[in-house]
């Protein structure tokens, strides 16, 4: 099968050859990767090419660490942590930059993200953590990528629209490389019999579906959205996406005889009861409980409940001390 190769790619692969720094030639490599025709009679070179680029950028200092630099663990804020994950050039970059104050490196070429990039997404009263990841491939995904998604609360498979036919492709080698290093992306948290399997809640998000290239029939396996990072649309669905799937629920609280402060709510995984409230406010608490009134889920605003009165979204808790 001919390769039909761009004018674009063989101005990269001549650009290559002119090339004289590590540097230089990483990127003329990752351009390349870029623009060369996708199909069955390139994929010999576009695996040379990944192999090439997986070498330079080792000589570039890009190459696998391991855990020296610490990333296969970053602290958890917010109402809940979520990693973008993907392969390259999917528009997780682009996603992170639309929703948050990051500032991660948005390009045209592959592998812009080589380092985790966390920031804080606000939803309505509560903030949620983001990290856009580099992109998960055979070639390139080193080991701490595997230890923070497997430690996230949800993760967030991305996809270019506009890939069309390729994101099954996509999407199935993401699929069985995470399933290698026992990591499964499902719809809803569960857990295995097997203590080193760790299943993942997943949602999915279809990016540049304002360009015309965009596929309006291509889905994925996992509930979630299509977007547009460019016009903004769909961001909204995508904010309630997540606090959605997180499965937790805000409490508010009040002072016995003042209004209650609805400026930051405590966060709770969902059918916590009256009791964990109480421990979320102070641990102390517990055994000065007296007892609560509750406005929202009861029967009555300021009813007194049962400690083990489950609460939900929007409930406000007044706590009785002994």
Same mark, same amino acid.
């Given at each position: 099968?001919?390769? $039909? %190769?761009?004018?674009?790619?063989?101005?990269?692969?001549?650009?290559?050859?002119?090339?004289?720094?590590?540097?230089? +030639?990483?990127?003329?490599? !990752?351009?390349?990767?870029?623009?060369?025709?996708?199909?069955?009679?390139?994929?010999?070179?576009?695996?040379?090419? #990944?192999?090439?680029?997986?070498?330079?950028?080792?000589?570039?200092?890009?190459?696998?660490?391991?855990?020296?630099?610490?990333?296969?663990?970053?602290?958890?804020?917010?109402?809940?942590?979520?990693?973008?994950?993907?392969?390259?050039?999917?528009?997780? @970059?682009?996603?992170?930059?639309?929703?948050? $104050?990051?500032?991660?490196?948005?390009?045209?070429? *592959?592998?812009?993200?080589?380092?985790?990039?966390?920031?804080?997404?606000?939803?309505?009263?509560?903030?949620?953590? =983001?990290?856009?990841?580099?992109?998960?491939?055979?070639?390139?995904?080193?080991?701490?990528?595997?230890?923070?998604?497997?430690?996230?609360?949800?993760?967030?498979?991305?996809?270019?629209?506009? /890939?069309? !036919?390729?994101?099954?492709?996509? =999407?199935?080698?993401?699929?069985?490389?995470?399933?290698?290093? $026992?990591? %499964?992306?499902?719809?809803?948290?569960?857990? @295995?019999?097997?203590?080193?399997?760790?299943?993942?809640?997943?949602?999915?998000?279809?990016?540049?579906? !304002?360009?015309?290239?965009?596929?309006? $029939?291509?889905?994925? *396996?996992?509930?979630?959205?299509?977007?547009?990072?460019?016009?903004?649309?769909?961001?909204?669905?995508?904010?309630?996406?997540?606090?959605?799937?997180?499965?937790?629920?805000?409490?508010?609280? #009040?002072?016995?005889?003042? +209004?209650?402060?609805?400026?930051?709510?405590?966060?709770?995984?969902?059918?916590?009861?009256?009791?964990?409230?109480?421990?979320?406010?102070?641990?102390?608490?517990? /055994?000065? =409980? +007296?007892?609560?009134?509750?406005?929202?889920?009861?029967?009555?605003?300021?009813?007194?409940?049962?400690?083990?009165?489950?609460?939900?979204?929007?409930?406000?808790?007044?706590?009785?001390?002994?």
């Amino acid at each position: 099968m001919p390769a $039909n %190769l761009t004018a674009d790619f063989i101005k990269a692969r001549k650009q290559l050859r002119q090339a004289s720094t590590p540097e230089e +030639k990483l990127a003329c490599l !990752e351009e390349m990767l870029a623009t060369i025709p996708k199909h069955k009679g390139t994929d010999h070179m576009q695996a040379d090419i #990944k192999k090439r680029i997986a070498k330079m950028r080792g000589a570039v200092g890009g190459g696998k660490k391991g855990r020296g630099h610490g990333y296969d663990h970053i602290p958890k804020e917010g109402a809940g942590q979520v990693v973008l994950i993907g392969p390259p050039n999917a528009g997780k @970059s682009s996603l992170l930059a639309a929703l948050t $104050n990051a500032k991660p490196e948005v390009a045209a070429y *592959p592998f812009s993200t080589t380092v985790p990039v966390p920031g804080m997404m606000a939803f309505e009263d509560i903030m949620i953590q =983001l990290i856009d990841l580099p992109p998960v491939t055979s070639d390139y995904t080193e080991t701490w990528v595997y230890s923070l998604i497997r430690s996230a609360d949800l993760a967030v498979v991305v996809m270019d629209a506009t /890939d069309g !036919e390729l994101i099954e492709e996509e =999407l199935g080698e993401l699929l069985e490389i995470l399933e290698s290093k $026992n990591t %499964l992306l499902v719809e809803e948290a569960a857990t @295995s019999d097997d203590t080193r399997i760790r299943m993942i809640p997943t949602r999915g998000v279809l990016t540049k579906c !304002e360009d015309p290239d965009a596929d309006p $029939n291509v889905s994925l *396996p996992f509930p979630g959205v299509r977007l547009s990072t460019e016009s903004g649309q769909g961001l909204d669905a995508f904010r309630r996406d997540l606090f959605d799937a997180l499965h937790i629920v805000r409490i508010y609280t #009040k002072l016995p005889g003042h +209004k209650p402060d609805m400026t930051e709510p405590y966060t709770l995984p969902e059918q916590s009861t009256v009791l964990d409230a109480v421990k979320a406010v102070h641990r102390d608490f517990v /055994d000065r =409980l +007296k007892y609560v009134r509750i406005w929202g889920s009861g029967r009555f605003d300021g009813q007194q409940v049962p400690s083990d009165h489950v609460l939900e979204d929007g409930d406000i808790v007044e706590i009785h001390l002994r």
